[in-house]
């Protein structure tokens, strides 16, 4: 503890250490108990706050010049620092005047008047009526027509889930089998083979029976062949008119879709993949 009171002391201002300095560290030596030193210590942070804002610092002297005889020298300023005490109540001061100045402005007397309406005047507003604020109705006006519907676009997005067959050929999904499509073709075609015995079914084509339907054996064979022959891409596909995609067929699957390319670009556009009913009605009545 003493060497934290001396620490205390030793930052007291030069002049304060050397007349006090010795004298209060003996005191602090004779007193005993905790009681003693802490107040001791307290002493010391008060006296050291004291010391360095309130007290004014001693002005170094400045040395005079001597000035020659019958030349004139400009003298400058003697360093002056002002007290901090001394900022402070300007401080204060200077709050207190521009606080009056800013109540005598806004309630002595009449309220300034602002340049501002409405419609409901008060104090400091100017009475504004309806037409002056009012939005005035535009001098012309655009008509946009919504852009026209692409009947090949709808067909194609419900067509392509019906024939699982396009929908595994079109891997970027937009509705073109392009011409690395039409290359992939082999590949593609083999993840339709669910059960795995090298060809493909009208099933894994896409023909549907619904659930719960008894149909003759006949009857089934003969709707799978008609479903196959009536979708352009089954059909190309299906070379023998068996009903299936054989496995000798899948790997011919490139060469038989070029087939359909009537315009000759290297990919097939809906209006080649589709029905021929569909490419009619399409084309007469556009939807």
Do not use: C
């Not at 107040?39 to 010049?65: N, T």
């Not at 015995?197 to 619904?210: M, N, R, T, V, Y």
């Not at 008609?226 to 059909?235: E, G, I, K, Q, Y």
């Amino acid at each position: 503890m003493r060497i934290l009171y001396a620490f205390l002391l030793r930052l007291h201002p030069r002049a304060f250490r050397e007349r006090f300095a010795e004298e209060m560290l003996a005191i602090f030596d004779e007193v005993s108990g905790a009681s003693g030193t802490a107040r001791l210590l307290g002493d010391a942070v008060l006296s050291l706050i004291r010391q360095w804002a309130f007290r004014p610092r001693p002005q170094p002297a400045v040395a005079s010049v001597a000035q020659p005889s019958g030349v004139r020298m400009f003298s400058s300023l003697d360093i002056y620092k002002p007290r901090r005490m001394a900022l402070i109540e300007g401080g204060v001061l200077s709050a207190i005047f521009f606080w009056a100045v800013a109540f005598a402005a806004t309630n002595g007397g009449h309220p300034l008047k602002l340049l501002g309406t409405s419609l409901y005047p008060r104090s400091g507003l100017l009475k504004g009526t309806p037409s002056s604020i009012e939005i005035a109705p535009p001098e012309a006006t655009a008509l946009f027509s919504p852009p026209a519907a692409d009947p090949w676009f709808d067909f194609a997005s419900r067509y392509f889930k019906i024939i699982y067959v396009l929908g595994v050929l079109d891997t970027d999904h937009d509705y073109v089998i392009s011409a690395p499509e039409i290359a992939a073709a082999p590949t593609a075609l083999g993840h339709l083979d669910l059960d795995r015995d090298g060809k493909l079914s009208a099933q894994e084509s896409g023909f549907h029976i619904g659930a719960g339907q008894f149909i003759r054996p006949d009857l089934l064979q003969r709707f799978r062949a008609d479903f196959m022959r009536a979708n352009p891409v089954l059909a190309a596909l299906d070379t023998d008119l068996d009903g299936q995609i054989s496995a000798s067929e899948i790997q011919n699957a490139s060469a038989a879709l070029k087939r359909l390319d009537l315009n000759g670009d290297g990919k097939l556009l809906p209006v080649e993949v589709a029905p021929e009913s569909v490419v009619r009605k399409i084309l007469l009545h556009g939807k």
